[in-house]
């Protein structure tokens, strides 16, 4: 079945530093999202991306959807520490509606 | 976006019984799932629920273990049954629905359900 890898699994950063995340796939994928979780909670949608090369931001957060539709980044500016969490890239398989998840990249802020 | 709420927020039970988790929609929704996330993993999908029809289950869950109401188009429930420790998890259902911020419909999650089983 399709599989979505995330890298790095884990992240530690000082606030106000960027981040990037990425996700492969090992099959082609028509929509990628973008969840958070935060503990004790249920995944958050961040961003949907649509179309190959499609950029698109919600706020600090700015992801792409690869030109392969085999990956995505997430990329968030000026870490604060309200994005701490568990990033999880999604995509639906293909030809229905149910979702495969990602690995997960846990960002941790240092004080 | 829909608001979907879950009871019980979590719960200790003991091997050999059963637990019964609601999700309840503040909305009709048409496709519902129910997912599994076990400690420090990613979701994975356990079953569709949709109102009318039997759950459709994933490879590696059945039915005799995870049976799952959907009486009507707000509201689903997933038992997970004959507990053992192997099952203590966060249970998570989520709803298809629409948002003005997502062009298609997406899928909206409750807050989970966190399940420790003795």
């Known amino acids: 079945g399709q599989q979505l890898n995330q890298s790095p699994q884990s992240m530690f950063i000082q606030e106000g530093e960027d981040v990037s995340m990425n996700c492969t796939s090992s099959?082609?994928?028509?929509?990628w999202l973008w969840y958070k979780q935060e503990p004790g909670e249920g995944p958050v949608l961040l961003i949907a991306?649509?179309?190959?090369?499609e950029l698109t931001s919600n706020g600090r957060l700015t992801a792409q959807f690869g030109i392969t539709r085999k990956d995505s980044f997430l990329n968030i500016s000026a870490s604060i520490p309200s994005d701490v969490g568990i990033y999880f890239c999604?995509?639906?398989?293909?030809?229905?509606?149910?979702?495969?998840f990602g690995t997960g990249t846990r960002l941790t802020i240092i004080p | 976006s829909a608001v979907i709420s879950q009871k019980p927020s979590r719960d200790i039970c003991q091997r050999g019984t059963s637990l019964t988790i609601q999700c309840q929609v503040d909305?009709?929704?048409?496709?519902m799932f129910w997912y599994r996330q076990q400690p420090g993993q990613s979701l994975t999908l356990i079953a569709t629920?949709?109102?009318?029809?039997?759950?459709?289950?994933e490879s590696g869950f059945v039915i005799d273990k995870f049976p799952i109401s959907r009486p009507n188009l707000t509201f689903s429930t997933l038992t997970v049954s004959n507990l053992s420790p192997e099952d203590s998890s966060i249970y998570l259902c989520?709803?298809?629905?629409?948002?003005?911020?997502?062009?298609?419909?997406?899928?909206?999650f409750g807050p989970g359900t966190r399940l420790t089983v003795l």
């Open positions: 989520s709803v298809e629905a629409t948002s003005g911020a997502f062009l298609y419909n997406e899928q909206f």
């Open positions: 099959s082609i994928f028509n929509t």
């Open positions: 991306l649509y179309k190959a090369g």
């Open positions: 999604a995509g639906p398989n293909f030809g229905n509606e149910k979702l495969t």
């Open positions: 909305s009709q929704v048409t496709m």
């Open positions: 629920a949709n109102q009318g029809s039997e759950a459709t289950y």
